[in-house]
């Protein structure tokens, strides 16, 4: 039974840290941060539906995501926040589940990180985890 493991804690608190010493332990790390990122990339699924719910003006010429006018959007309105989230974490999820089902299926990983801050908000995820890491800071 591989051991998978779920890193999880607040904004600034040292995950990504604890992440690159699991990565460079050789360790796979499934980074939810990343995937959010590629979520919303030029031409995915997630930055479709985002555009749906938000118009066309949170997109550069270019079509890619325009982050900062999406982030004056959604900190200014928690209903916004919500919609976001409600188009973009069943495809974080979803990708992170195949993420962790490659390692541990397909490569066989003995040890493979979840690297999500919303661990136990989400419900899902910590489902797959063996063992916990909470990374705090009294600062």
Same mark, same amino acid.
């Given at each position: 039974?591989?051991?998978?493991?779920?890193?999880?804690?607040?904004?600034?608190?040292?995950?990504?840290?604890?992440?690159?010493?699991?990565?460079?332990?050789?360790?796979?790390?499934?980074?939810?941060?990343?995937?959010?990122? *590629? @979520?919303?990339? &030029?031409?995915?699924?997630?930055?479709? %539906?985002?555009?749906?719910?938000?118009?066309?003006?949170? #997109?550069?010429?270019?079509?890619?995501?325009?982050?900062?006018?999406?982030?004056?959007?959604?900190?200014?309105?928690?209903?916004?926040?919500?919609?976001?989230?409600?188009?973009?974490?069943?495809?974080?999820?979803?990708?992170?589940?195949?993420?962790?089902?490659? *390692? @541990?299926?397909? &490569?066989?990983?003995?040890?493979?990180? %979840?690297?999500?801050?919303?661990?136990?908000?989400?419900? #899902?995820?910590?489902?797959?985890?063996?063992?916990?890491?909470?990374?705090?800071?009294?600062?």
């Amino acid at each position: 039974m591989p051991c998978v493991i779920g890193l999880t804690g607040s904004i600034a608190t040292g995950k990504s840290s604890a992440s690159n010493v699991f990565r460079s332990c050789s360790v796979p790390v499934v980074d939810a941060d990343e995937i959010a990122k *590629a @979520v919303l990339g &030029k031409g995915t699924l997630g930055l479709f %539906l985002v555009r749906l719910n938000f118009g066309r003006e949170i #997109l550069k010429e270019d079509g890619s995501l325009d982050r900062d006018k999406l982030g004056e959007m959604i900190f200014a309105d928690p209903r916004k926040r919500s919609k976001l989230n409600m188009c973009t974490h069943p495809l974080i999820i979803l990708e992170m589940i195949r993420q962790l089902f490659v *390692a @541990v299926f397909v &490569k066989m990983e003995p040890i493979v990180v %979840l690297d999500t801050p919303l661990l136990y908000e989400t419900k #899902l995820l910590v489902r797959f985890c063996t063992t916990t890491l909470v990374i705090a800071c009294s600062e």
